[in-house]
């Protein structure tokens, strides 16, 4: 059985050594890389080249494409039984494919394995850390991390993708967190690529738990999920989201756009990304009886606008929600009345309550490691 690790890179090359290194370290030996060079300024291909090892193979766009297409292109380029999205920010963790292989092998080769994934934060990348920090992201259906791999099951998953339809985060929806088997990819073929929508991650993440027949939960963490200054993280918590939108090209298709003029409404590019993942996923799956929550995603973006004050919420809700959205429109009308720090708490209370995630504690560290290569090798020490 060999794993295939996909890494798709735009000048990035400083962060794609890093993770291509952490596939180098792995004890177990079978397995290939994809690099999918996204038309980068970097010299990607001497940097491959350089490294002599015909387990890492390349390829190149020659005109920049949206970050789904060079997704797909890396998938399509792979050979392996099972593979990993890894993205050239991220890194496996050492023993990462040993474990996924008795895993796999203990668990009936299953469809896909979910396990869990350290997330590092580099040194600034969030505001208000000027030092670097790890947590973990939350996963309603893992235990500890001791706890031993199990078969999901399949009432959990399929619940899983239906709280995501209603723009409810149960469990990571990024691919770092998945091992998949060419065979479920190759049966998902006549519903077109297996990585679509402008997030494709939101939307893949979403046909492993709804279609999957057998997914194997993993609750130790295999996987390193980076926060760096060039990733997307990095521009939505800078609230720069326009610029992490032109770098990665995550643009929706004209068709799902105009399915959803009606329904789109001011607010995050995330949230209308997400919504375009959902409706895509319903649109092809009709079997599954799923649609978008609609009221929900909009309650999200009008939450989203009033981190611009109230006066911008006000101005941009639309008249078709004002009675719906009334309770919601009071209180963040009284709370702005009130004094300076008890308003801030009490808009911070307001827009924790309709979070996507759940309250949950992610055990936030400083650490003092460098890189993510660093961070993968101290947290396995």
């Known amino acids: 059985m060999k794993f295939s690790i996909l890494l798709p ?29 996204n038309a980068s300024a970097d010299d990607i291909g001497a940097y491959v080249r350089s490294l002599a090892d015909p387990r890492i193979r390349y390829i190149r766009q020659p005109t920049l494409i949206p970050v789904t297409e060079n997704w797909t292109a890396a998938l399509d380029a792979s050979t392996g039984d ?27 080769e299953p469809d896909a394995v979910y396990m869990q994934a350290w997330q590092y934060a580099y040194p600034g990348v969030i505001p208000g850390h000027t030092e670097g920090f790890v947590q973990m992201g939350f996963c309603e259906f893992l235990p500890n991390c001791d706890a031993a791999p199990f078969v999901l099951p399949t009432a959990t998953a399929r619940r899983m993708a239906t709280e995501a339809m209603a723009f409810r985060i149960r469990y990571g929806f990024n691919m770092q967190h998945f091992a998949i088997s060419r065979r479920f990819v190759d049966s998902l073929r006549p519903r077109g690529p297996f990585y679509q929508s402008p997030y494709p991650d939101y939307y893949a993440a979403n046909v492993i738990m709804l279609m999957a027949p ?26 720069r989201e326009g610029e992490g939108v032109q770098f990665l090209q995550n ?9 959803l003029r009606a329904e789109f409404v001011p607010g995050t590019n995330m949230n209308d990304s997400w919504l375009c993942a959902m409706q895509t996923l319903a649109t092809n799956f009709p079997e599954a009886a799923l649609v978008p929550d609609y009221r929900r995603y909009r309650l999200l973006q009008y939450h989203a606008l009033a981190k611009d004050g109230v006066g911008t919420l006000v101005t941009s809700v639309r008249l078709a929600d004002v ?17 300076g720090r008890n308003r801030a ?34 947290l396995t020490g």
């Not at 309770?327 to 709370?335: E, Q, V």
């Open 345 to 378: 708490a009490r808009l911070d209370r307001l827009r924790a309550a309709a979070s996507a995630y759940p309250r949950f504690d992610p055990g936030r560290r400083t650490v003092p490691y460098r890189d993510i290569l660093e961070a993968a090798r101290g």
């Open 251 to 259: 643009i929706a298709s004209t068709v799902v756009r105009e399915k």
């Open 323 to 339: 009675v719906t959205l009334a309770p919601m429109l009071l209180k963040y009308g009284l709370a702005a009345l009130l004094p």
């Open 82 to 108: 099972y593979s990993i999205m890894l993205g050239d920010d991220d890194a496996l963790m050492p023993g990462c494919l040993s474990a996924l292989r008795r895993a796999i092998a203990a668990g009936g």
């Open 214 to 239: 057998r997914i194997v939960a993993v609750p130790r963490p295999l996987t390193i999920i980076g926060m760096s200054p060039k990733s997307f993280g990095y521009f939505y918590f800078n609230r």
């Open 9 to 37: 890179t735009r000048d990035r090359l400083d962060l794609l050594r890093l993770a291509v290194a952490s596939v180098q370290a792995q004890d177990d030996p079978d397995w290939e890389i994809v690099v999918s060079d």
